[in-house]
């Protein structure tokens, strides 16, 4: 079966500090991967998706970027970090192109910058 | 793919009381997708209707489309308390997966 593993579930880090933030997948292959961050009581805000290794989009101009060096593994950085940085992190995967099928998403690391 | 904006923003019944939220969206649709999240965790699939069909049922849930109107609504039938989450909807077409500012739903015991 397949599962989505993302940690940490709980990060405090300074400003100005780095951030490596990973999300691995587990029973598919070439799945599509996603990164969303979510603020307090709102709605979800796709940052960066993938469709393959090496290939990222980026939906929002920021303090961060998105890697997948392997099929399945998708990171989340930045080389440093702001107060606007906190939020509530999470990621997910659907299939390859296929309209029908649901996506499914990790646990979430929030994130709080001090 | 299109994100959905959902209404209202927020929602509080009691226990036992139906709930229904609404989805639209701007553009044609293969499918619609409902996903829950429950608070400080992830989205959770609840139920895809496809472009060529009106309602689906699963469980206590119903869902309507309209493609007419391009909206979907979400029905819950006798909520419960383990019903309070944030609802969102999302038309899940092509590569990108966005989502609306979602319903938060609360059901008061």
């Known amino acids: 079966s397949q599962t989505i593993h993302q940690w940490p579930a709980t990060l405090v880090q300074p400003v100005g500090s780095p951030l490596s933030l990973e999300c691995t997948v587990e029973g598919t292959s070439n799945p599509n991967l996603y990164w969303y961050r979510q603020a307090a009581g709102r709605g979800l805000q796709l940052l960066f998706y993938?469709?393959?290794?090496?290939?990222i989009s980026s939906e929002v101009p920021q303090n961060l970027s998105a890697s997948r060096p392997q099929d399945r593994q998708f990171i989340l950085s930045s080389k440093k970090l702001l107060l606007s940085d906190s939020g509530f992190y999470l990621c997910a995967w659907k299939g390859e192109g296929l309209g029908d099928t649901e996506a499914f998403f990790g646990q979430g690391t929030r994130l709080t910058v001090v | 793919s299109q994100q959905g904006e959902e209404d209202p923003q927020a929602l509080s019944i009691q226990e036992g009381e139906n709930a229904t939220m609404n989805c639209s969206y701007k553009t044609s649709i293969n499918n619609l997708q409902w996903y829950r999240q429950n608070s400080g965790r992830g989205l959770v699939h609840l139920i895809l209707?496809?472009?060529?069909?009106r309602e689906k049922h699963s469980g206590r849930l119903r869902v309507t489309l309209d493609t007419s109107k391009k909206s979907s609504s979400l029905l819950i039938t006798a909520s419960r308390a383990a019903d309070t989450a944030s609802y969102f909807c999302?038309?899940?077409?092509?590569?990108?997966?966005?989502f609306g500012g979602g319903t938060r739903l609360m059901v008061k015991p």
């Open positions: 993938s469709v393959g290794i090496g290939q």
């Open positions: 999302t038309d899940n077409a092509g590569n990108m997966l966005t």
């Open positions: 209707i496809r472009s060529n069909e």
